[in-house]
């Protein structure tokens, strides 16, 4: 490969949440092991050439005033935009800067609804959907997905419509990719999903902010692409943070075509005064959404789904009881130890401290309204999730 996805990097002590806390009360690494960190959605992988190019270039000029978004940053999203999504007719305008996806996400929740208003979103849920509901007082009404007889995750079109009706619900937060889930959702199934909301006066917030990490065979497809009604009715959120690992810069940016409801999205984001984009984050992503990145994004595809395609297979292989689905996209991966836990009289809070005691940093599945589960993170060395993989064999999975 061109570009390095081999080094292991020691982030100890170097800004890293990742590398510094094991955020479960209770929990530490026995002594004799590393730590491999694999909760949170960072990546492992040494930075993007370009990124780290572009941000080298503003260095040379000692200086970081106020300063406003430059053509360069709406030229690059809409370039990569129409060559990674096939999008056409996207224009600066309807684009806009937010501090995190979830930042956009709050200013939606408090542009569109009231404290007490209750908001669909799907289960499992992103535990950081979760945490923006209960800081904007808005309350969660959840339709689970479920997994058919290949266990694919699917929607269940039927009770999302139900809990619609049934709750008032007027807004909606749709992940695609599905996060923890990993399912790449088809035209077919956005279609769908988008008709359930249509008829029930839904508006929808599409987080995307997975969508440039597809695996292979797998295509995104932006939710605002599927229906003219859909193009209107979607405040859409994206960031290169997940694709190149720049969390710690902040940025994203959302994509709003109806104008009544980018002005009131860009309204609410500016009420904090605190809405201004950082100015590395702007050069980090007019780098990363380059061709060159374009090409290290294709290469961490690879590595990536390498370590996926490793994981399913030694799981499948080793650990009888743990059902997974190999993730279609994103660099997560969703395990149901149900049926293992209760095979072996072991709760999943005593699983992920096992693995956890082993080095393994991994994510109890209760945070995302799905109990029996664990989510792991896959963006790291080949090595590392060889090491991992051996170290639940002998420790944890017995």
């Not at 982030?11 to 949170?40: C, H, N, Q, Y």
């Not at 999205?265 to 990145?293: K, M, W």
């Not at 993730?327 to 693995?355: K, N």
């Not at 080095?359 to 029996?372: K, L, S, T």
Request: charged share 25%; aromatic share 12%.
């Amino acid at each position: 490969m061109k570009y390095d996805f081999t080094t292991i990097l020691d982030r100890r002590g170097k800004d890293s949440l990742a590398a510094d806390k094991i955020p479960f009360e209770g929990l530490s690494v026995d002594p004799a092991f590393s730590t491999i960190p694999m909760w949170i959605a960072d990546m492992s992988f040494v930075a993007a050439p370009p990124v780290m190019e572009a941000l080298y270039k503003r260095l040379e000029m000692p200086n970081f005033g106020y300063f406003p978004l430059p053509k360069a940053y709406f030229d690059r999203i809409i370039r990569w935009q129409r060559t990674r999504n096939g999008v056409e007719g996207l224009l600066p305008e309807h684009i806009g800067y937010e501090n995190g996806v979830l930042g956009g996400v709050s200013a939606a929740l408090q542009a569109f609804t009231a404290p007490g208003e209750k908001i669909l979103v799907h289960s499992p849920t992103y535990v950081g959907f979760t945490h923006t509901f209960e800081d904007t007082g808005r309350v969660a009404v959840h339709s689970p997905l479920k997994r058919d007889e290949a266990g694919v995750w699917r929607m269940d079109y039927e009770d999302m419509d139900r809990k619609l009706k049934e709750h008032g619900i007027h807004l909606a937060i749709f992940c695609s990719p599905h996060n923890p889930c990993g399912r790449v959702w088809e035209r077919w199934e956005i279609e769908k999903a988008m008709e359930v909301y249509a008829a029930n006066d839904c508006l929808v917030i599409s987080d995307e902010i997975w969508s440039d990490i597809i695996m292979p065979g797998h295509r995104h497809i932006p939710t605002q692409s599927v229906s003219a009604d859909a193009r209107e009715r979607t405040i859409a959120f994206y960031a290169p943070s997940k694709t190149f690992s720049l969390a710690g810069l902040v940025g994203s940016y959302h994509i709003i075509y109806n104008k009544y409801l980018r002005d009131r999205v860009v309204t609410q984001s500016r009420l904090s005064h605190y809405n201004d984009c950082n100015v590395l984050s702007v050069h980090a992503l007019i780098g990363a959404f380059s061709p060159e990145g374009a090409e290290w994004t294709d290469e961490m595809i690879a590595v990536v789904d390498d370590n996926l395609g490793y994981a399913c297979d030694f799981i499948n292989a080793h650990f009888p009881g743990v059902k997974v689905m190999r993730p279609q996209g994103t660099y997560m991966l969703f395990l149901d130890c149900g049926d293992w836990c209760r095979q072996h009289g072991v709760s999943i809070r005593e699983l992920q401290a096992r693995g956890v005691r082993c080095g393994v940093i991994w994510q109890n599945g209760e945070a995302f309204f799905h109990p029996d589960s664990i989510r792991m993170n896959f963006a790291l060395p080949h090595s590392l999730a060889v090491e991992a993989m051996d170290r639940l064999k002998k420790y944890v999975f017995i």
